[in-house]
């Protein structure tokens, strides 16, 4: 099955199981499901995550309750301005900087520009776990996304940065109907999953995959170096 169609055929399942929260459809989105706290409260007695002070997180709905847990643990979260529109393009979320009362609301989409910074990816710490949102994920650590890349881009940016590395560990929360044995076999700039998180299971990948060591250049169309500030300095960057 190709990633299109299988990205079709999980949200349909998703929608039609009852599986789904909002926002809806799920189409078109990382999607939210039913028991998303309980997957983040299971990522949370993990190892990785008890030994994580800096965790860059994606935007989406389904991975809210991973975002306030990791403030309201006292661990700083990253979160990459949409689209990497902006020269300084993660959020930066510092428990420390933020009142008790707000730590729920600082992680939303609609909120976080009240309460984060703006910082470049070459301003940022090493960061010690990486969750991303999934449309669909194997056993064997392969993702499937909502196919825009970004995800993906992040984590190659930051590789390049040296702000994350081949031993940092990166997590998805799912639901148990996203987890498929039918995903097609990565590309070359897909990021593998470490740990597949649902809210009935933990599923160490072992994963197989290799993992990007950067951004291909090659394969990035210009039109995406004209969109965003920040690949343009780092390609100018690299041709120096």
Known sequence: MDKATLRTTVWDDLESSGAARFPFPPHGRIPNFADASAAAERLAAT????????????????????????????????????????EECFYELDPAR??????????????????????????????????????????????????????????????????????????????ERQVRGDLPEPDAHDVPMDLVVTPERLVRTETPYPRPEGIDWDAL????????????????????
């Open 221 to 240: 169309p210009d039109e995406r170096l004209d969109e965003m500030p920040v690949l343009r300095r780092l390609h100018d960057e690299s041709d120096e």
């Open 47 to 86: 190892p990785e995550w008890a030994a994580a002070d800096a965790v860059k997180a994606n935007p989406d709905a389904p991975q809210l309750p991973v975002r306030r847990r990791a403030l309201r643990e006292g661990k700083t979260v990253y979160m990459a301005v949409p689209r990497l529109r902006d």
């Open 98 to 175: 933020i009142d008790d009362e707000h730590l729920d609301s600082a992680p939303t989409v609609s909120h976080v520009e009240t309460y984060a910074d703006k910082v470049g990816p070459d301003a940022l710490p090493p960061i010690d776990l990486v969750v991303s949102g999934s449309v669909a994920v194997s056993e064997a650590g392969a993702r499937v996304g909502k196919g825009e890349g970004f995800s993906d881009l992040e984590y190659a940016v930051l590789r390049g940065l040296g702000a994350v590395s081949a031993e940092t560990t990166v997590a998805t929360t799912v639901h």
